[in-house]
C-alpha cells in the first residue's frame, strides 16, 4: 500500500529551511533572488562567473514568494502598508467589474484614510491580449508612481507586474523580458517598485509568484514573463474579497488550482532540470518538483478536492471560500517555485485559438476561455500520459480524490489519476468535457501542437516529454486527439 510521503517532505523541507536561514543573505544567489537598492550585475557579467559545463543537471533549488498576510478584512491595512513603506503615489490598477465592488472600494478607502495619493488604471482586460497590456504599460509610464497596488484576480495582478517592470525599463521592447524562445527571456537586473496584490479570485495564486501571462496576438497563443523580481511585495490575501465571485468563476478559478497542484506536484525533480545554470541569476523560477514546493502543493490539492465542489454548489458556505483562497495561494508558492507542465503548456494554444467559445457567468464583451477551463480541459489526459514516469506520486495524488489504492499496480496509475480527475471535472458540473465542447475538432488539432511547442518554459517539466521535436509533436497530438471528448 502507498504512503502519502507528506510526513517525510515536511521534516526534509523544515531541514531545509534551517539550513537556508542559517546562510548569509548576501551570497551571490540571494542578492540575485532578492535584488537590494543597488542593480545587481549585468547579463553579461554573469556570464563571466561561469561555474559548471552547460548540460549539467541542475543540483539547486531556490524558493521565492511574496510575504502574505491572510484573514478576513485585512485589505483595510493596505494604506498603512503604503505610508510605512514612505510611499505618497500609488497606481492602483483593477478592472471596470471589480471597481465597481467592495474590494476596490475598501482598498480605495484604505489609501484616502492615510492620505496616499492614487491614481487607478481600471482597462485591464480579462486574459489580457499584448494590445490591452501595452496600453497599460503606456499609463504607468505617464503616472510614474512611487509603487503599485493590484486589486482583481490574475488578469489584474498579472498585468499590473508587467507595466511595473516596463516603467522601470522605459525603453526596453516589449519582447525584451517575454519568455524564451518567444521572446528574448531577459533576466531582471534590478529592483522593481513595491507591489500590492488584492487577489479577488481563488485562483491563479499571482499574489505569491513572479509569472505573468498574456495572449501574444502574433503567435495565437499565451506567453508571459517568468522572473522572480516580479513578485509582488505583499499578498493581502482577503477572503471576504472572494464573496462577490459568481458560481462560474469560482469554479474556472478553482480548475487552475487543481492543475496548478496537481502539475507542480508531478512536474520532473529539479535535479533532473538541464542545463545547470552558469550563474544563480539565470536559475528559472519554475524549477521542478522539491521538497519544499511539494509540500504547499499537495496541501493545496487536497483543500481543492475537498473545497471546490463545496464553494462552487454553496454560495453561501463561507468556509469553502475561504479554504479555497488559502488553497490558491498555497498553490501559488508550490508551483510559483516547481513550475506546471502539460496542461498549461496546451491550454495556451487552446485559449490563443479560440473560434468563438464565450464561457459561462463571464461579464465580457468577447469571446472567452477561461484559463482554469483551458487547462482542466486536457487534464484527464495528461495525467494517463505522464502517469509511467512517477507511479507513486500519480497514485497519492489519486487516493486525494477518494479512489482506493490498496491493491493499486504502478502501470495503472495514470489511467487511476487521469479517471480521477475526469469524475471531479464531471462531478462540479458545467465543464466542457473535452476540447471539442470548445468548438476544436481533429483539423485543429495540428495547429494546436505547433502552438505548444513554443511553451519551452513549462514543457521543460514534463514527464516523460524530454525527446526529440518529432516525437513531442507526435505525444502532444495524441494528447490533444484522446482529449477531443472525456
Known amino acids: 500500500m502507498l504512503t502519502i510521503p507528506a510526513p517525510t ?18 551570497c551571490p544567489c540571494h542578492a540575485c533572488t532578492h535584488p537590494t537598492s543597488s542593480p545587481t550585475a549585468s547579463l553579461s557579467a554573469a556570464r563571466k562567473l561561469a561555474v559548471a559545463a552547460p548540460m549539467e543537471k541542475e543540483y539547486a533549488f531556490e524558493m521565492a514568494a511574496s510575504n502574505i498576510r491572510y484573514g478576513n478584512g485585512v485589505t483595510r491595512e493596505v494604506g498603512m502598508d503604503f505610508k510605512n513603506l514612505g510611499v505618497k503615489k500609488v497606481a492602483v490598477f ?7 465592488l467592495a474590494p476596490m472600494k475598501n482598498a480605495i478607502a484604505a489609501l484616502e484614510s492615510e492620505g496616499i495619493q492614487y491614481e487607478i488604471y481600471s482597462k485591464v482586460r480579462v486574459e489580457p491580449k499584448d494590445p490591452a497590456v501595452k496600453d497599460a504599460i503606456a499609463w504607468a509610464k505617464r503616472v510614474a508612481p ?23 525599463y522605459p525603453d526596453a521592447e516589449f519582447l525584451e523580458f517575454v519568455n524564451a524562445p518567444i521572446g528574448k527571456g531577459r533576466p531582471v537586473d534590478k529592483k522593481l517598485k513595491p507591489l500590492i496584490a488584492v487577489p479577488t479570485t481563488a485562483g491563479t495564486g499571482s499574489e505569491t509568484t513572479g509569472t505573468a501571462i498574456f495572449d501574444l496576438v502574433s503567435h495565437k497563443a499565451k506567453t508571459g514573463i517568468a522572473h522572480r523580481a516580479l513578485k509582488p511585495l505583499l499578498g493581502i490575501v482577503d477572503p471576504l474579497n472572494t464573496r462577490s465571485m459568481p458560481s462560474q468563476v469560482k469554479s474556472s478559478s478553482g480548475l487552475d488550482v487543481l492543475c496548478h497542484s496537481l502539475e507542480s506536484w508531478t512536474a520532473i525533480p529539479y535535479s533532473e532540470r538541464v542545463p545547470r545554470p552558469t550563474n544563480p541569476i539565470l536559475r528559472p523560477a519554475y524549477q521542478g518538483a522539491n521538497p519544499i514546493s511539494d509540500i504547499f502543493s499537495f496541501e493545496a490539492l487536497k483543500l481543492t478536492v475537498k473545497y471546490l465542489p463545496r464553494s462552487v454548489h454553496n454560495p453561501d458556505d463561507a468556509e469553502a471560500q475561504e479554504k479555497m483562497l488559502l488553497a490558491a495561494t498555497l498553490a501559488g508558492v508550490g508551483f510559483g517555485n516547481a513550475g506546471v507542465h502539460l496542461c498549461h503548456g496546451l491550454s495556451y494554444p487552446i485559449s490563443g485559438m479560440n473560434k468563438g467559445y464565450k464561457h459561462a457567468g463571464y461579464e465580457v464583451d468577447h469571446p472567452i476561455i477561461p484559463h482554469g477551463v483551458s487547462v482542466a480541459v486536457t487534464a484527464p489526459q495528461v495525467f494517463r500520459f505522464t502517469g509511467p514516469t512517477n507511479p507513486d506520486r500519480h497514485l497519492a495524488a489519486a487516493e486525494v480524490f477518494g479512489v482506493d489504492i490498496s491493491n493499486a499496480k504502478a502501470e495503472s496509475a495514470g489511467e487511476i489519476l487521469g479517471d480521477a480527475v475526469a469524475e471531479f471535472l464531471v462531478k462540479l458540473g458545467d465543464q466542457p468535457r473535452g476540447i471539442s465542447h470548445l468548438g476544436f475538432t481533429r483539423e485543429d488539432i495540428p495547429a494546436l501542437v505547433e502552438g505548444t511547442l513554443p511553451q519551452a518554459r513549462v514543457l521543460m517539466l514534463a514527464p516523460n516529454f524530454q525527446k526529440e521535436d518529432d516525437q513531442k509533436r507526435e505525444d502532444l497530438a495524441r494528447i490533444l486527439e484522446r482529449s477531443l471528448t472525456y
Not at 483593477?94 to 465597481?100: F, G, M, P, R, S
Not at 512611487?146 to 522601470?168: F, H, N, P, R
Open 146 to 168: 512611487e509603487a503599485y497596488l493590484a486589486v482583481g484576480g490574475g488578469s489584474v495582478m498579472d498585468t499590473c507586474k508587467i507595466a511595473s517592470l516596463y516603467e522601470a
Open 9 to 26: 517532505l515536511r521534516s526534509r523541507a523544515t531541514s531545509l529551511l534551517r539550513t537556508l536561514q542559517n546562510q548569509s543573505s548576501t
Open 94 to 100: 483593477t478592472d471596470n467589474n471589480i471597481l465597481k
